[in-house]
């Protein structure tokens, strides 16, 4: 597989962790966040699916 065909993390250089360990930028949580450089691609589908459930749940 190539990099380019990998799953990309859904960063947008705003780090900052709420008081729920949800990064404020991306969704993620601090351990998706540490985890990710070495999660398989279907981890990585698993976690943007985490990330759109807290985008929904938190949308105003």
């Known amino acids: 597989m190539k990099v380019r065909d ?3 993390s ?3 250089a705003v780090c ?10 991306c ?3 601090g351990d ?3 985890r990710w450089s070495s999660m398989t691609d279907d ?3 698993q976690v ?5 459930e807290r ?5 105003i």
């Open 6 to 8: 990998r799953v990309r």
């Open 10 to 12: 859904p960063c947008v």
């Open 16 to 25: 900052a962790l709420n008081d729920d360990d949800i990064c404020i930028g």
């Open 27 to 29: 969704q993620r949580s």
């Open 32 to 34: 998706e966040i540490l």
């Open 43 to 45: 981890e990585r589908r």
């Open 48 to 52: 943007l699916k985490n990330v759109a």
């Open 55 to 59: 985008e929904e749940k938190f949308q």
